[in-house]
């Protein structure tokens, strides 16, 4: 059975991200990124109408203004460049 991922779980960022996305109110040498390879906690999963993504504990960005919600909000990774990671005892 697959692990869901939710607010407290530990996962492990298994993608990078390269390069900005124009449709976003930010680029992406505006804010904090995950690093592959390491471990994080979840903060809080956020569903949009792009899909799901996360926000970490140990990442804090800024809020931007997005357009398409009409408000400002700390930028969220995308939940698919994540996979639980073992809980550490």
């Not at 449709?23 to 956020?46: A, H, M, N, Q, S």
Request: hydrophobic share 35%.
């Amino acid at each position: 059975m697959k692990q869901k991922i939710t607010a407290g779980s530990p996962v492990l960022c298994v993608g990078v991200w390269k390069e900005s996305d124009p449709k976003l109110p930010f680029k992406i040498t505006d804010i904090k990124i995950p690093e592959k390879g390491k471990d994080y906690t979840v903060r809080e999963v956020v569903e949009t109408k792009y899909g799901v993504g996360i926000r970490l504990e140990e990442i804090k960005n800024p809020e931007f203004f997005f357009h398409d919600i009409k408000r400002e909000e700390e930028p969220i990774f995308d939940i698919k460049k994540f996979q639980p990671a073992k809980k550490k005892r």
